[in-house]
């Protein structure tokens, strides 16, 4: 499958703690974003990357949450101290141009 | 804040009729226009998407703009009960980087 993948596809964690996700694009694709997406709406932007650089980041996003792609080529997200509003599903898309190929996504539950 | 908005729905049609998916911007500036579907508990895929330059068609599907009125509308000729989803509606300024995306709209294709 040569497709976005990532992992966990579940985690389930408590108040406090800190969670990392990770997402592996597709090969040639320089472009990765991540969202969250809540249900009912629609994803929400928290960050772009080309190749290795972060140039953009949601005005939205806490300062709990950061994300790296050190290579270019996978990148994981963390979010520290999670809260039960962090409670979500956290989408990742790659993209060699304008379209955007998403993961299966990691579902998080804060207790 | 850019804001794109859709009806939430749901939308209900009869199987073999057209479904008409309507989505408007608020930023007058965006360049490019995304439609994508999402069935329940997956992710969201690509339909099509357009530039500020022109409608298209592709097979069932037509997606059309109008930028004095700044919406977007999708057309889904001959809709099938595989096509019962959600449809995302997104919008980029920047060609790559900020993506808005809607609430998106349930369809209902009853047969």
């Known amino acids: 499958d040569t497709g976005v993948s990532q992992d966990p596809r579940h985690k389930i964690t408590k108040r406090g703690q800190n969670v990392t996700f990770r997402c592996d694009p597709i090969?040639?694709?320089?472009?990765l974003y991540w969202y969250r997406q809540t249900l009912g709406q629609g994803p929400e932007f928290l960050t772009y990357?080309?190749?290795?650089?972060?140039?953009?980041k949601s005005r939205l996003l806490s300062d709990r949450f950061s994300a790296e792609r050190p290579k270019g080529s996978f990148s994981t997200l963390e979010i520290q101290r999670t809260e039960q509003g962090d409670s979500a599903m956290y989408l990742c898309?790659?993209?060699?141009?304008?379209?955007?190929?998403f993961g299966p996504g990691t579902r998080l539950t804060v207790l | 804040q850019k804001e794109v908005e859709q009806n939430s729905g749901p939308l209900s049609v009869p199987e073999g009729a057209i479904a008409s998916l309507n989505c408007t911007y608020s930023?007058?500036?965006?360049?490019?226009f995304f439609w994508y579907r999402q069935y329940s508990g997956k992710s969201p895929e690509l339909i099509m998407f357009?530039?500020?330059?022109g409608d298209k068609e592709d097979g069932r599907f037509t997606a059309q703009l109008n930028k004095a009125s700044q919406y977007v509308s999708l057309l889904i000729r001959d809709s099938q009960p595989s096509d019962s989803a959600t449809y995302l509606c997104a919008v980029n300024q920047d060609y790559g980087q900020n993506f808005v995306f809607g609430p998106g709209t349930r369809l209902s294709v009853l047969p």
């Open positions: 930023d007058r500036g965006s360049q490019s």
């Open positions: 357009i530039y500020s330059n």
């Open positions: 898309a790659s993209s060699p141009n304008n379209e955007q190929f």
């Open positions: 990357f080309q190749n290795e650089a972060q140039l953009e």
């Open positions: 090969s040639e694709h320089n472009r």
